[in-house]
Antibody, heavy 121, light 107 residues
Framework: EVQLLESGGGLVQPGESLRLSCAAS????????MTWVRQAPGKGLKWVSI????????YYADSVKGRFTISRDNSKNTLYLQMNSLRAEDTALYYC??????????????WGQGTLVTVSS | DIQMTQSPSSVSASVGDSVTITCRAS??????LAWYQQKPGKAPKLLIY???TLQSGVPSRFSGSGSGTAFALTISSLQPEDFATYYC?????????FGGGTKVEIK
């Protein structure tokens, strides 16, 4: 069974940093594109970033470009999101998700349970 | 960036009703659209991809249609477990974007 378990969320002040982790199991992690999606409290889904299986191709939403870095450690079956210069508007539940197929388009399933990031002074 | 606009933002329906949700892309995206279901306090779940392909394990009362800029998700014969929020997502180019969501509520 595919499982994704996020961790690393918490309460931080504006300008601070945080690193999220997503531990994956139940599939050949290095073969799959992975993504981060966030959801502000009571709001909709917002795509954040994506990384290919090898970890050398990444894309970001404009709102986080230059501040967030997605990476992966395929030896540890773990996806990361390094978040720097955090802002109040980054407050959200952060989900990691697995691309459904190795090839094809970027559709995601399953998703983890999410980790909450709160940026507040 | 491609904007995804869903309508309505919410709909009230009864068990057994048929409901259609629409999603419009700001530019043509061929058939590169997915639909997700999210229940309160839970992670999203993929229902349909490539506009009309049902994800494994998803009941056949869910169906998707459309191409280009106009898409629809239809739930025929609503079941109690279908009351949730539904999102569309495109994969025509980066950045990926989601629609604003449609909440299906019990009438």
């Amino acid at each position: 069974e595919v499982q994704l378990l996020e961790s690393g969320g918490g309460l931080v002040q504006p300008g601070e940093s945080l690193r999220l982790s997503c531990a994956a199991s139940g599939f050949t992690f290095s073969s799959y594109v992975m993504t981060w999606v966030r959801q502000a409290p009571g709001k909709g889904l917002k795509w954040v970033s994506i990384i290919n299986g090898g970890g050398d191709i990444t894309y970001y939403a404009d709102s986080v470009k230059g501040r967030f870095t997605i990476s992966r450690d395929n030896s540890k079956n773990t996806l990361y999101l390094q978040m720097n210069s955090l802002r109040a508007e980054d407050t959200a539940l952060y989900y990691c998700a697995k691309k459904v197929t190795i090839a094809g388009h970027n559709w995601f399933d399953p998703w983890g349970q999410g980790t909450l990031v709160t940026v507040s002074s | 960036d491609i904007q995804m606009t869903q309508s309505p933002s919410s709909v009230s329906a009864s068990v057994g009703d048929s409901v259609t949700i629409t999603c419009r892309a700001s530019q043509g995206i061929s058939r590169w659209l997915a639909w997700y279901q999210q229940k309160p306090g839970k992670a999203p779940k993929l229902l349909i991809y490539d506009a009309s392909t049902l994800q494994s394990g998803v009941p056949s009362r869910f169906s998707g249609s459309g191409s280009g800029t106009a898409f629809a998700l239809t739930i025929s014969s609503l079941q109690p477990e279908d009351f949730a929020t539904y999102y569309c997502q495109h994969d025509n180019s980066f950045p990926l974007t989601f629609g604003g969501g449609t909440k299906v509520e019990i009438k």
